[in-house]
Nanobody
């Protein structure tokens, strides 16, 4: 059974930093793309960042480029989202997800972790 478990969310002041973790288990993730999404109240879910599990190639959304980075620990099967210079508009529930590299549909989703940035 595949599980994606996010952690690291919380309340932070504007300008601060948080690091989110996504612990992945239940299968081998070679050939998978791991993504971070977020959804703010009343807004659609949006892609934030992603990484190809095997190659480590990353993709960062323009809205967070220069502030957020994504990485993965191969041995721990964990994906990280480092968020710096946080803004109130970054407030959202952040989700980890996984899909096969050559498909667009995400197969697996975590339960989400709340990030709140105060002004």
């Amino acid at each position: 059974q595949v599980q994606l478990v996010e952690s690291g969310g919380g309340l932070v002041q504007a300008g601060g930093s948080l690091r989110l973790s996504c612990a992945a288990s239940g299968r081998a993730f070679e050939g998978y793309f791991m993504g971070w999404f977020r959804q703010a109240p009343g807004k659609e879910r949006e892609f934030v960042a992603g990484i190809r599990w095997s190659a480590g190639i990353t993709n960062i959304a323009d809205s967070v480029k220069g502030r957020f980075t994504i990485s993965r620990d191969y041995a721990k099967t964990t994906v990280y989202l480092q968020m710096n210079s946080l803004k109130p508009e970054d407030t959202a529930v952040y989700y980890c997800a996984a899909r096969q590299v050559f498909l667009s549909q995400y197969d697996y989703w975590g339960q989400g972790t709340q990030v709140t940035v105060s002004s």
